[in-house]
């Protein structure tokens, strides 16, 4: 049985940074693509980064594109999502999530996912 359990959540001011972490278990994680989504108050889940299984090859929703690096350590099982100069817009319940195949931006293409850390970003 696969687990994602994310962490690293909390209240941040504007423009601060947080590292959020995914703990893998249940399937060899270098075998599976990985991404970062989120879902704020009212909204529809979206798309937030992605990252291919072993090159390292990352795609980045436009509203994070250079506020936020993705990165796996597969010899750790662990996914992580830097994100800096936050903005009150970035509040949202962030899910990772894990898909067999190619590095993916679709949310409906993911097999498993966590249970989500909160993250909230105060102006």
């Known amino acids: 049985q696969v687990q994602l359990v994310e962490s690293g959540g909390g209240l941040v001011q504007a423009g601060g940074s947080l590292r959020l972490s995914c703990a893998a278990s249940?399937?060899?994680?270098?075998?599976?693509?990985m991404g970062w989504f989120r879902q704020a108050p009212g909204k529809e889940r979206e798309f937030v980064a992605t990252?291919?299984?072993?090159?390292?090859?990352?795609y980045y929703a436009d509203s994070v594109k250079g506020r936020v690096t993705i990165s796996r350590d597969n010899a750790k099982n662990t996914l992580y999502l830097q994100m800096n100069s936050l903005k009150p817009e970035d509040t949202a319940v962030y899910y990772c999530?894990?898909?067999?195949?190619?590095?993916?931006?679709?949310?409906?293409?993911?097999?498993?996912w966590g249970q989500g850390t909160q993250v909230t970003v105060s102006s």
């Open positions: 249940g399937r060899t994680f270098s075998n599976y693509a």
């Open positions: 999530a894990l898909r067999w195949g190619v590095a993916s931006s679709s949310i409906g293409s993911y097999d498993y």
């Open positions: 990252i291919s299984r072993t090159t390292g090859t990352t």
